[in-house]
């Protein structure tokens, strides 16, 4: 008794708004790290230093817990993008997308590597795939746009704009396992180049 009451000043309780927070913050690292299968609750709950209930008592289980770390990661990614794509020409709006997308990478690594890897079976959450969803679907209207003032048929828009946000997506995933080198400008102007100007008409030396 008299040990237990030397110990108790010491330690401040969570609230459990707090122990919430505590949780979703060791959880995302671990998903980023090992992915869903490879994460265990009972290591969330020791990294934490509490029981597995508690882990449950928050989230209903694993999948609850990561769905709430992708819905995080999916709504900031988003915002950001939404944000990018406000005003000035195709080009200017290619480079903020590209901009966006390679600015989370490079200050969100871990929440990125979630986004990218599998989701678990039955997972009804967002993903990085409704990500570029999104992304598609504003890059393809700027596209027909642009197809019907140079006389092209804009039926093929949604398939550029396909083109266009998936090379963007698969490069940041190289640029990712890449140490993010090189710099993130270098590598949104190549993007650009490479989607505006087409093998064909590559610039040497290509900047935003």
Excluded: C
């Excluded at 989230?59 to 950001?80: N, Q």
């Amino acid at each position: 008794m008299a040990s237990n009451q030397k110990r108790s000043p010491g330690r401040s309780r969570m609230t459990a708004a707090e122990r919430r927070e505590q949780l979703i913050e060791i959880a995302r690292h671990l998903f980023a790290e090992r992915g869903f299968d490879g994460t265990a609750v009972e290591e969330i709950a020791n990294r934490a230093e509490v029981s597995k209930p508690v882990v449950y008592e928050h989230f209903g289980g694993k999948e609850g817990l990561y769905a709430v770390v992708v819905d995080r990661e999916v709504t900031l990614l988003l915002s950001l993008i939404r944000g990018a794509l406000t005003e000035g020409t195709s080009r200017q709006l290619l480079e903020q997308a590209a901009l966006a997308l390679l600015g989370y990478i490079e200050e969100h690594p871990e929440g990125f590597r979630i986004l990218v890897r599998d989701s678990p079976i039955g997972s009804q959450g967002a993903s990085f795939q409704s990500i570029i969803g999104d992304t598609t679907r504003r890059v393809e209207g700027i596209l027909v746009d642009q197809f019907k003032s140079r006389g092209f048929d804009p039926k093929a828009a949604p398939m550029y704009a396909q083109m266009l946000v998936g090379m963007v997506g698969t490069t940041g995933q190289w640029w990712l396992s890449a140490n993010r080198r090189p710099a993130r400008e270098m590598v949104a102007a190549h993007i650009v180049n490479l989607a505006w100007n087409g093998l064909s008409g590559l610039e040497q030396k290509p900047q935003l």
